[in-house]
RNA sequence: GCGGGGGUCGCCGAGCUAGGUCAAAGGCGCAGGCUUCAGGAGCCUGUCCCGUAGGGGUUCGUGGGUUCGAAUCCCACCCCCCGCACCA
């Protein structure tokens, strides 16, 4: 006996040595152009990218069959700085990432050494991966395969060509934007590389400049500008470091961090002196918008870490101030020792500059009062500054006091405020982190302005809305993805397409930035198109300048001046350009969702910016695969590669487990013991199949054949249009369960399985099965005598003219006596000696059919119907009876599915009494009792117990003894 | 907080965009039976509750509402998952 191994080896090889994957341009065939979005190579694949995957191949090999000329190919994603951090964590002896190296990925020591280096690293899971792609049955063409980065130099090139494209058509732009930075590793630090402050990113304040009496600015940092018009005094903290320091030329007093902060900012900072808070308490300064003179007051509450440290003060709409100003007022011992008027401060009045519904002229001592908020160390305290915030943000309006802007909301008002009192110079600006942000390395993290960066317009409106059109013209599935992708679209802003480290290609017009992995992943697919012919004819990258691809993708320029400038055959030029044209645009890339708002969004934009003419067709867009109802983690030890489940379970069962995990956006779940089972199921398709290849040999053709290619009808007709729905699993429950349940029933009912019958639907069976267990498929099409292969085999086609709608209802009969048979039984408790199955009478039959051919054009009401069917002369002389049964069917038909009642119209009467009595031996076998059946209206009628009356339509009456 | 997807009879999951054939498909698990030169095979039945005649009762996150009729439509609320940018 073979083992499943070999039998997969076995069918790979063959696969291979005929070439059956390797597609073509054939301009006689339609084209498939699928995609799985490369996968980065820090590890091996795992059972998440094969869910996707899988579901990638079940359609190409679906389409495949279908006749299509299938591309789907495959890459490595190489670029970026996680493997060269990883590979930098091992020469570091980082013991966790070892260990799960060693425990998850199965590496050797000895190749673990090797794993300093990142391209070996890249290149081991690589080729692992490969492997495991490979032995899952992934009908790819390999021709194709390359990695990224300047590793695999003509694919930089590509992406060389990409970029230079993109920016002269504008949309690569240079600026300065804030990140988290830190000074130790001197580059951004990502939400991956924190070892605390996940998710936190910079907030801008604004820094309203308020000047003392000697001209030195309080610049004090806020996110509500426009409450300047109520400010009554500015806090410092008595105990913190200030500085005075020179910032652009100006005098600023900030304390000491924010000085540190600015630096990293634009701002040249030159500290002139250093002081405690409390020695600028009790002095003076002014607003930019009067001459009354305010002051300097103590409070303990401010932060120096947090903005400028220099707060100013609105008691009328900040619970803070008013708490801090509350305190001084009740409390004057607390000025004592700074020398300030106590009658002064206690005059300072809270100034209202918002009116928000709901709340007083001063919210802020409001909601004070409401929460009782002891004072400014009160938690409560925080709480009412932010509710009082959104309030006042969302739904507040300016009051008279705000000159210009008054009446004004304040949500509709800020941004105009900010940018007229920068303009003003009475404002400036300053990043800062809402929470601390410490790097792996252990530095804690600060905001830096990163000038001369590299960015992607994604805000441009125009591209926008092109982006949207491309999406409006391409298929998504599911379509509720759709809308999220408009989010993403409308919610994009400029996106940093360079980076300092890790592997890349490097940006051609700026030394010492290397293109960002998510930029050069967006259009590769077309690098796909020619990368077979760059191989096979040994082009070096040397021969690719950016017009070659415009020559191929664009079909600009001569092929023979460009054949000059690149030494390629002119031949061999046309040939590319060709094969781009031909599989360009894309027909199907899937993802996980995962992906959705990065990737596959930049992918949308790119192709609309770079292939207007050859936009994406569809976009599959999967869940996320969690391991035993958990989600995926390899540092948490739940992980599995794909090279593990195909170790343990095999290609078929992997692959069959993985998508009958879920369809849609839902996340399936792996759980080791569904794929056993799986696995188990499997193998019984497979006996079954051997049996019927053994046995059905018999030619018959009768009732349940009939019934048989029927079923298996509805079936192909499901499957087909399930896959082309994307809907994976629906498609191989229906292709492996359901069908499987007809052969069932077959069996049962037919008492053996020897026709021939049953061999031609299982023909059909393995061609619906092929694009998910196609190991298993070739074996069993082999057995059937087949000496091709089931991968490359006719795609059943719906045959309506095989639909046989009476058979399926016979058999719908047989069922439901069956049922209500067993029902009784089951009820009564009962051994049943005798079985007596009464069928309606042929005047029911006929009420029948005229009341459900009224329900299709009108209305079924008693009292109308009642009337027609007195008109009737068979009917009338048993009129007591028929108003009786005509009661009673006009609720059933009434509740009646409209196609139901034409399917049953469409039969007419069904001879239900002959068929029952053509499945008496069936039912005397199911319940090992003597079957007797009669017509309601049979005149030799055996009925001792008057049961026969209760016989409908569908529904024969029944006694049992 | 914002955006997206969800909450269905032990588990996984259909159905819910077009309300009635829905006690609600299918798979798994479990229980009982059959079959079997016992093998993690196959077949049948059952698996919300009740029931000595094919039936009845109570269910589809919670609470309301629309309707002759709602898992399906409307409103409010609760809970879960995913994404939210210099990162693959």
Redesign the pocket.
């Given at each position: 006996m073979t083992s499943l191994k070999q039998t997969e080896e076995k069918w790979r090889k063959k696969w291979e040595k005929a070439k059956i994957f390797e597609a073509n341009p054939d301009p006689t065939k339609q084209k498939y152009f699928i995609t799985f979005p490369f996968s980065?190579m820090?590890g091996p694949l795992h059972v998440g990218h094969g869910f996707t995957a899988t579901r990638v191949d079940a359609l190409a090999r679906f389409k495949r069959m279908q006749g299509y000329n299938v591309l789907f190919p495959w890459a490595w994603?190489w670029?970026?700085?996680?493997i060269a951090g990883a590979s930098e964590r091992v020469k570091n002896g980082d013991e966790t990432l070892i260990r799960a190296f060693r425990e998850m990925d199965g590496v050797s020591e000895e190749n673990l050494k090797k794993f300093v280096d990142p391209v070996f690293m890249a290149q081991y899971y690589t080729d692992d991966s490969r492997e495991s792609v490979k032995r899952i049955g992934y009908s790819v063409d390999w021709r194709r395969e390359f990695t990224t980065t300047s590793l695999y130099p003509t694919f930089s090139k590509f992406v060389e060509w990409q970029t230079e494209r993109l920016r002269k058509k504008g949309y690569i732009i240079k600026g300065t934007?804030?990140?988290?930075w830190c000074p130790h590793d001197q580059?951004?630090?990502?939400?991956?590389?924190r070892q605390t402050g996940e998710?936190v990113?910079p907030e801008e304040y604004t820094l309203m400049k308020y000047r003392m009496l000697d001209g030195t600015f309080l610049p004090s940092g806020t996110f509500r500008p426009e409450t300047i018009y109520g400010i009554t005094n500015i806090w410092i903290n008595p105990e913190v470091d200030y500085v005075k320091a020179d910032v652009n030329g100006e005098k600023w007093i900030i304390s000491q961090t924010a000085a540190t902060k600015l630096k990293e900012q634009q701002k040249t900072v030159k500290i002139l002196d250093t002081f405690k808070g409390r020695e600028i308490i009790g002095k003076q300064f002014t607003s930019p918008f009067s001459d009354r003179k305010m002051l300097i007051l103590p409070g303990w509450f401010v932060s120096p870490d947090n903005a400028t440290g220099v707060v100013y003060s609105v008691p009328a709409h900040a619970p803070f101030d008013w708490l801090a100003l509350r305190d001084l007022q009740n409390n004057p011992d607390l000025l004592k020792d700074f020398n300030i008027d106590t009658e002064t401060v206690k005059q300072i009045q809270p100034i209202s500059l918002i009116t928000v519904e709901g709340y007083s002229e001063y919210p802020a001592l409001e909601l004070v009062d409401q929460l009782q908020v002891k004072d400014q160390h009160d938690p409560k305290a925080e709480e009412a500054t932010k509710t009082l915030y959104k309030k006042e943000f969302h739904g507040g309006i300016l009051k008279q006091i705000c000159g210009k802007y008054a009446g004004k909301q304040v949500n509709k008002v800020k941004d105009l405020l900010i940018q007229d009192f920068k303009e003003q110079g009475i404002a400036d600006q300053m990043y800062d982190l809402p929470e601390s942000v410490v790097c792996r390395c252990m530095t804690p993290c600060v905001v830096k302005l990163?000038e001369e960066?590299w960015f992607i317009k994604?805000s441009d409106e125009k591209w926008k809305q092109k982006t949207k059109d491309t999406l409006a013209q391409a298929s998504i599935y599911?379509n509720?993805?759709r809308?999220?992708f408009l989010?993403?679209i409308d919610?994009?802003?400029?996106?940093?397409c360079a980076?300092k480290s890790?592997l890349g290609t490097p940006l051609p017009w700026s030394p010492g930035w290397i293109v960002?992995?998510?930029t050069d992943s967006t259009v590769y697919m077309a690098f796909y198109t020619i990368n077979n012919h760059l191989k096979k004819h040994c082009i070096t990258a040397e021969q690719l300048p950016p017009e070659f691809f415009d020559y191929v993708f664009y079909g600009k320029g001569e092929s023979k001046k460009l054949s000059d400038q690149t030494n390629i055959d002119p031949k061999i030029l046309k040939e590319m350009q060709n094969e781009f044209q031909y599989w360009y645009p894309l027909d199907m890339r899937i993802s996980a969702?995962?992906?959705l708002?990065?990737?596959l969004t930049f992918f949308l934009f790119q192709h609309t910016a770079l292939f207007p003419d050859n936009l994406p067709r569809a976009v599959g867009v999967n869940?996320?695969l969690s391991i035993e109802?958990k989600?995926m983690s390899k540092s948490k030890g739940n992980f599995i590669t794909l090279k593990d489940a195909l170790n343990q379970f095999g290609a078929d069962a992997t692959r069959c487990a993985l998508l009958?995990?879920?369809?849609?956006?839902?996340?399936?779940?792996w759980r080791k013991?569904?794929v056993?089972?799986?696995k188990?199921?499997l193998?019984?398709f497979q006996?079954?199949a051997y049996n019927i290849i053994d046995n059905s040999k018999q030619q018959k053709t009768g009732h349940l054949e009939t019934w048989l290619t029927s079923m298996l009808q509805h079936r192909i007709k499901i499957v087909t249009e399930n896959l082309d729905a994307l809907k994976t699993?629906?498609a191989l429950?229906n292709a492996l369960?359901?069908v499987?349940?007809d052969f069932?029933?077959y069996?049962?009912r037919a008492e053996a399985f020897d026709s021939k019958i049953l061999k031609e639907a299982l023909e059909t069976w393995a061609r619906l099965l092929a694009p998910f267990l196609p190991y298993m498929c070739e074996e069993i099409w082999s057995k059937l005598a087949h000496t091709d292969f089931v991968s490359l085999a006719d795609w059943p086609v719906y045959n309506p003219k095989q639909v046989n709608v009476e058979a399926e209802e016979t058999e719908n009969l047989v069922k439901?006596?069956?049922?209500?048979t067993?029902?009784?039984l089951?009820?009564?408790?009962?051994a049943p000696k005798e079985i007596y199955y009464y069928s309606a009478a042929s005047w029911k039959w006929k009420a029948y059919l005229i009341a459900l051919k009224k329900s299709t054009t009108g209305i079924l009401a008693v009292g109308t119907l009642m009337k027609e069917l007195m008109a009737d002369p068979e009917l009338k002389p048993v009129a007591g009876k028929v108003a009786k049964f005509a009661k009673g069917i006009t609720q059933e038909i009434?509740?009646?599915?409209e196609?139901?009642k034409h399917k049953q119209l469409q039969i007419g009467a069904l001879d239900e009494a002959t068929l029952l009595e053509q499945a008496e031996a069936f039912f005397g076998r199911e319940f090992n009792a003597k079957i007797h059946t009669y017509r309601e209206d049979d005149e030799q009628i055996d009925d001792p117990?008057r049961?026969a009356g209760?016989?409908k339509p569908y529904?024969?009456?029944?006694?049992?003894?």
């Amino acid at each position: 006996m073979t083992s499943l191994k070999q039998t997969e080896e076995k069918w790979r090889k063959k696969w291979e040595k005929a070439k059956i994957f390797e597609a073509n341009p054939d301009p006689t065939k339609q084209k498939y152009f699928i995609t799985f979005p490369f996968s980065y190579m820090n590890g091996p694949l795992h059972v998440g990218h094969g869910f996707t995957a899988t579901r990638v191949d079940a359609l190409a090999r679906f389409k495949r069959m279908q006749g299509y000329n299938v591309l789907f190919p495959w890459a490595w994603h190489w670029t970026g700085e996680t493997i060269a951090g990883a590979s930098e964590r091992v020469k570091n002896g980082d013991e966790t990432l070892i260990r799960a190296f060693r425990e998850m990925d199965g590496v050797s020591e000895e190749n673990l050494k090797k794993f300093v280096d990142p391209v070996f690293m890249a290149q081991y899971y690589t080729d692992d991966s490969r492997e495991s792609v490979k032995r899952i049955g992934y009908s790819v063409d390999w021709r194709r395969e390359f990695t990224t980065t300047s590793l695999y130099p003509t694919f930089s090139k590509f992406v060389e060509w990409q970029t230079e494209r993109l920016r002269k058509k504008g949309y690569i732009i240079k600026g300065t934007y804030p990140v988290v930075w830190c000074p130790h590793d001197q580059s951004p630090t990502g939400d991956h590389d924190r070892q605390t402050g996940e998710g936190v990113v910079p907030e801008e304040y604004t820094l309203m400049k308020y000047r003392m009496l000697d001209g030195t600015f309080l610049p004090s940092g806020t996110f509500r500008p426009e409450t300047i018009y109520g400010i009554t005094n500015i806090w410092i903290n008595p105990e913190v470091d200030y500085v005075k320091a020179d910032v652009n030329g100006e005098k600023w007093i900030i304390s000491q961090t924010a000085a540190t902060k600015l630096k990293e900012q634009q701002k040249t900072v030159k500290i002139l002196d250093t002081f405690k808070g409390r020695e600028i308490i009790g002095k003076q300064f002014t607003s930019p918008f009067s001459d009354r003179k305010m002051l300097i007051l103590p409070g303990w509450f401010v932060s120096p870490d947090n903005a400028t440290g220099v707060v100013y003060s609105v008691p009328a709409h900040a619970p803070f101030d008013w708490l801090a100003l509350r305190d001084l007022q009740n409390n004057p011992d607390l000025l004592k020792d700074f020398n300030i008027d106590t009658e002064t401060v206690k005059q300072i009045q809270p100034i209202s500059l918002i009116t928000v519904e709901g709340y007083s002229e001063y919210p802020a001592l409001e909601l004070v009062d409401q929460l009782q908020v002891k004072d400014q160390h009160d938690p409560k305290a925080e709480e009412a500054t932010k509710t009082l915030y959104k309030k006042e943000f969302h739904g507040g309006i300016l009051k008279q006091i705000c000159g210009k802007y008054a009446g004004k909301q304040v949500n509709k008002v800020k941004d105009l405020l900010i940018q007229d009192f920068k303009e003003q110079g009475i404002a400036d600006q300053m990043y800062d982190l809402p929470e601390s942000v410490v790097c792996r390395c252990m530095t804690p993290c600060v905001v830096k302005l990163l000038e001369e960066q590299w960015f992607i317009k994604y805000s441009d409106e125009k591209w926008k809305q092109k982006t949207k059109d491309t999406l409006a013209q391409a298929s998504i599935y599911p379509n509720s993805a759709r809308q999220w992708f408009l989010n993403i679209i409308d919610w994009l802003k400029e996106w940093p397409c360079a980076r300092k480290s890790g592997l890349g290609t490097p940006l051609p017009w700026s030394p010492g930035w290397i293109v960002e992995t998510l930029t050069d992943s967006t259009v590769y697919m077309a690098f796909y198109t020619i990368n077979n012919h760059l191989k096979k004819h040994c082009i070096t990258a040397e021969q690719l300048p950016p017009e070659f691809f415009d020559y191929v993708f664009y079909g600009k320029g001569e092929s023979k001046k460009l054949s000059d400038q690149t030494n390629i055959d002119p031949k061999i030029l046309k040939e590319m350009q060709n094969e781009f044209q031909y599989w360009y645009p894309l027909d199907m890339r899937i993802s996980a969702k995962e992906l959705l708002p990065n990737h596959l969004t930049f992918f949308l934009f790119q192709h609309t910016a770079l292939f207007p003419d050859n936009l994406p067709r569809a976009v599959g867009v999967n869940g996320m695969l969690s391991i035993e109802g958990k989600k995926m983690s390899k540092s948490k030890g739940n992980f599995i590669t794909l090279k593990d489940a195909l170790n343990q379970f095999g290609a078929d069962a992997t692959r069959c487990a993985l998508l009958l995990g879920g369809e849609g956006m839902n996340d399936p779940d792996w759980r080791k013991e569904t794929v056993g089972d799986v696995k188990g199921k499997l193998r019984g398709f497979q006996n079954l199949a051997y049996n019927i290849i053994d046995n059905s040999k018999q030619q018959k053709t009768g009732h349940l054949e009939t019934w048989l290619t029927s079923m298996l009808q509805h079936r192909i007709k499901i499957v087909t249009e399930n896959l082309d729905a994307l809907k994976t699993r629906t498609a191989l429950e229906n292709a492996l369960f359901e069908v499987w349940n007809d052969f069932r029933w077959y069996m049962r009912r037919a008492e053996a399985f020897d026709s021939k019958i049953l061999k031609e639907a299982l023909e059909t069976w393995a061609r619906l099965l092929a694009p998910f267990l196609p190991y298993m498929c070739e074996e069993i099409w082999s057995k059937l005598a087949h000496t091709d292969f089931v991968s490359l085999a006719d795609w059943p086609v719906y045959n309506p003219k095989q639909v046989n709608v009476e058979a399926e209802e016979t058999e719908n009969l047989v069922k439901n006596v069956l049922e209500d048979t067993s029902n009784i039984l089951r009820a009564t408790k009962m051994a049943p000696k005798e079985i007596y199955y009464y069928s309606a009478a042929s005047w029911k039959w006929k009420a029948y059919l005229i009341a459900l051919k009224k329900s299709t054009t009108g209305i079924l009401a008693v009292g109308t119907l009642m009337k027609e069917l007195m008109a009737d002369p068979e009917l009338k002389p048993v009129a007591g009876k028929v108003a009786k049964f005509a009661k009673g069917i006009t609720q059933e038909i009434n509740r009646m599915p409209e196609d139901m009642k034409h399917k049953q119209l469409q039969i007419g009467a069904l001879d239900e009494a002959t068929l029952l009595e053509q499945a008496e031996a069936f039912f005397g076998r199911e319940f090992n009792a003597k079957i007797h059946t009669y017509r309601e209206d049979d005149e030799q009628i055996d009925d001792p117990q008057r049961k026969a009356g209760y016989a409908k339509p569908y529904r024969p009456a029944i006694y049992v003894v």
